[in-house]
């Protein structure tokens, strides 16, 4: 007999069906044992003889043949897509058998430390299925929003051949005998990719090598990246990520409604997001405050937290465009404000007090990029490869990098960055806790990385 999902149980009322999947709970009632049955659509009950279901506990992983039949009246649950109905189940065949578990997995009142030792159990608690069908549903509405705009999807490499963007925080490796770094971003090949397609994106993972173990920081994290050529104004940058997420949260409403409910996540109101200057900004934070960090190149996380409460409260927005971040706080491709001297058109959105996404207008000539390689201290021949973009024509062009585990993390309130990534790496972590010793770095407590 071919398998009935949990789901499509409501439709074969009086049929006999088989299921398959793991046992979420048990209870037992006299001779009567009722079982709770998940599989990839959710829960279905499954009522058996004592005798039929003796020897089997949470988490085993059955096949059971039975009939479908309505629930007594009293005992439907409107909360369950399946609570109308119970499969009376009259063959169970066990296909895998499960250990006693180390703690409840329905309730898990446990230390991130505990959830991450033990990610490949807790990965089943309905709560973080949750969280991470939120995160798939983010990338597919990003996908789909990209190419609405006309933009063409690409994969870039994650293996690239000089630390092409500067700064230490950098993985090395062993590249068949010569030296190789894992991308801190995609950012130049996106810019390459411009001139073939005009507007692209990629979904990528991109890793930095930064000693901070904070609630922000991952060592590894999937970046969705946009790049559009020919812009008449380097707002049209913002306007298309303002699209964006747009574009995502109603996709979210309509595809994960589900597992918003489940985990008490309201999803912001996107109208015009307000735009402001980093110094504006921070002329608002002292007056607000009387917090003095206005000759700062960069706005501390407190100060993120400060202008996107103000944003708020005037214009009832949780999100603030901050832009004209300082020249020598952004990378050599950033195009400087020939109006504002010292300044740059490039942004930050910030999303209830958390940078999630960085972008802005980049160099296109040829000449003067090549005057900020060398500014920048950088070696002009390790960027040949990405200077022939240049060299052979690029139109006025921009784009921006989101931070994928931190809109997660932001959307849904939660505490920890770790949360939002099904496998989070850090440099205490790679699925196992890390023995640092004498090499352990020193943390950063306040750095913030940049996309």
């Not at 901050?322 to 109006?339: L, S």
């Not at 994928?404 to 505490?415: A, D, F, I, Y």
Request: net charge positive; proline share 5%.
């Amino acid at each position: 007999m071919k398998r009935t999902l949990n789901a499509e149980s409501v439709k074969n009322i009086g049929k006999e069906i088989k299921v398959c999947g793991w046992v979420d709970s048990r209870r037992d009632h006299g001779g009567i044992v009722f079982l709770d049955l998940r599989d990839r659509t959710g829960l279905l009950q499954i009522v058996s003889s004592a005798k039929l279901s003796e020897s089997i506990r949470n988490e085993y992983v059955l096949e059971v043949l039975g009939t479908v039949q309505e629930r007594p009246e009293k005992m439907k649950n409107p909360n369950l897509e399946t609570g109308s109905v119970e499969l009376k189940a009259s063959v169970i065949k066990i296909l895998s058998q499960a250990h006693s578990l180390p703690f409840d997995l329905a309730d898990l009142d446990l230390s991130l430390p505990t959830l991450l030792d033990n990610r490949p159990l807790v990965l089943r608690n309905e709560k973080i299925r949750a969280i991470l069908k939120i995160e798939e549903g983010i990338v597919s509405a990003f996908r789909k929003s990209m190419e609405s705009l006309d933009f063409t999807g690409f994969e870039s490499p994650v293996i690239v051949p000089h630390n092409a963007e500067g700064g230490a925080e950098v993985f090395k490796i062993d590249y068949y005998g010569r030296n190789a770094y894992m991308a801190q971003s995609p950012q130049l090949y996106k810019q390459i990719m411009v001139t073939a397609f005009e507007r692209v994106f990629t979904v990528n993972r991109v890793f930095r090598a930064e000693p901070s173990v904070t609630t922000r920081h991952l060592s590894e994290y999937v970046s969705l990246d946009a790049e559009l050529g020919f812009i008449d104004s380097w707002e049209e940058i913002m306007d298309v990520c303002e699209k964006m997420f747009l574009d995502i949260f109603n996709e979210l409403k309509k595809n994960c409604s589900k597992e918003l409910k489940l985990l008490g996540a309201v999803l912001p109101e996107v109208r015009k997001i307000p735009r402001i200057k980093m110094r504006e900004a921070q002329e608002i934070i002292f007056e607000r405050t009387k917090r003095d960090n206005r000759k700062e190149p960069d706005l501390e996380p407190e100060d993120e937290k400060e202008i996107c409460l103000w944003a708020k409260e005037k214009y009832g927005s949780e999100m603030v465009f901050i832009t004209h971040y300082p020249v020598k706080k952004r990378p050599f491709y950033a195009q400087p404000d020939d109006k504002d001297p010292g300044y740059t058109l490039s942004f930050d959105l910030l999303f209830k007090g958390l940078e999630i996404v960085t972008g802005g207008q980049r160099i296109n000539e040829y000449e003067k990029l090549l005057k900020n390689i060398k500014k920048w201290g950088n070696k002009p021949e390790q960027f040949s490869f990405y200077l022939q973009a240049f060299k052979y024509g690029m139109p006025p062009e921009g784009g921006f990098a989101v931070g994928l585990e931190r809109v997660v993390k932001q959307v849904l309130g939660l505490s920890n960055v770790r949360e939002a990534s099904p496998f989070p790496r850090d440099m205490e972590r790679i699925d196992e806790r890390l023995s640092l010793g004498k090499k352990k770095a020193v943390r950063k407590k306040t750095s913030k990385k940049k996309k």
